[in-house]
């Protein structure tokens, strides 16, 4: 059964419970800061105006996602493969949703907002990592802000040792990116793709 009625949904979920409900704040109060100036990885969702989603990953050292206020956030743009898929879907429509996460928590942190890209200033200035300075930034209003339940990652369990796998159980990336691009070499994507991240950190 394909489901494509809100009815039909909620009644196969039920009501959700008033404290679901009533931990989404309009801003970043002590405990959402605190979560962002202790997260190295967020996922920032976009749509374009036609609807074409994206989710793209950033990471840098704990806390590189600026709190400029209690509604505004800013995210440097860090050197990429400059795809700016995100980036053009938010000149599209600017509205964002992000999820925060800490290395060894469970618990995520949620913020949905609307995003416009900036560049220079003495914001960007700030946010320079071995000399170099962001090209752009994503300044974020926050719109809501809740922390989210642990289950997901619990079920996944993300952070354990345990749940590793081996990296042999997959093809090296040059190998693999060589099997989808045809004409790539899987030795020198493999060394490009290598010397990439080492160079332009």
Same mark, same amino acid.
């Given at each position: 059964?394909?489901?494509?009625?809100?009815?039909?949904?909620?009644?196969?979920?039920?009501?959700?419970?008033?404290?679901?409900?009533?931990?989404?704040?309009? &801003?970043?109060?002590?405990? $959402?800061?605190?979560?962002?100036?202790?997260?190295?990885?967020?996922?920032? #969702?976009?749509?374009?105006?036609?609807?074409? &989603?994206?989710?793209?990953?950033? !990471?840098?050292?704990?806390?590189?996602?600026?709190?400029? *206020?209690?509604?505004?956030? %800013?995210?440097? *743009?860090?050197?990429?493969?400059? @795809?700016? *898929? !995100?980036? @053009?879907?938010? %000149?599209?429509?600017?509205?964002? +949703?992000?999820?925060?996460?800490?290395? +060894?928590?469970?618990?995520?942190?949620?913020?949905?907002?609307? =995003?416009?890209?900036? =560049?220079?200033?003495?914001?960007?200035?700030?946010?320079?990592?071995?000399?170099?300075?962001?090209?752009? +930034?994503?300044?974020?209003?926050?719109?809501?802000?809740?922390?989210? $339940?642990?289950?997901?990652?619990?079920?996944?369990?993300?952070?354990?040792?345990? &749940?590793?796998?081996?990296?042999?159980?997959?093809?090296?990336? #040059?190998?693999?990116? =060589?099997?989808?691009?045809?004409?790539?070499?899987? !030795?020198?994507?493999?060394? *490009?793709? &290598?010397?990439?991240? @080492?160079?332009?950190?």
């Amino acid at each position: 059964m394909e489901i494509n009625d809100l009815s039909q949904l909620e009644a196969l979920y039920g009501e959700t419970s008033q404290r679901a409900r009533r931990k989404v704040m309009p &801003a970043l109060d002590v405990h $959402c800061r605190n979560f962002i100036a202790l997260s190295p990885f967020l996922l920032i #969702g976009s749509a374009s105006a036609d609807g074409r &989603a994206d989710v793209s990953p950033k !990471g840098d050292a704990p806390g590189f996602v600026k709190v400029v *206020d209690h509604k505004t956030l %800013l995210i440097p *743009d860090r050197p990429g493969n400059n @795809r700016l *898929d !995100g980036m @053009r879907n938010i %000149l599209e429509n600017p509205q964002v +949703g992000l999820i925060f996460m800490i290395p +060894g928590v469970n618990e995520t942190l949620r913020i949905n907002g609307r =995003a416009r890209i900036v =560049a220079g200033g003495s914001r960007l200035e700030s946010q320079a990592v071995n000399g170099k300075i962001p090209s752009t +930034g994503l300044l974020v209003e926050v719109h809501e802000a809740f922390l989210h $339940c642990s289950k997901a990652l619990v079920r996944s369990r993300l952070w354990e040792q345990t &749940a590793q796998i081996e990296r042999s159980r997959l093809p090296s990336m #040059g190998r693999m990116i =060589a099997d989808q691009i045809e004409g790539v070499e899987a !030795g020198q994507a493999g060394r *490009d793709m &290598a010397k990439h991240p @080492r160079e332009n950190l």
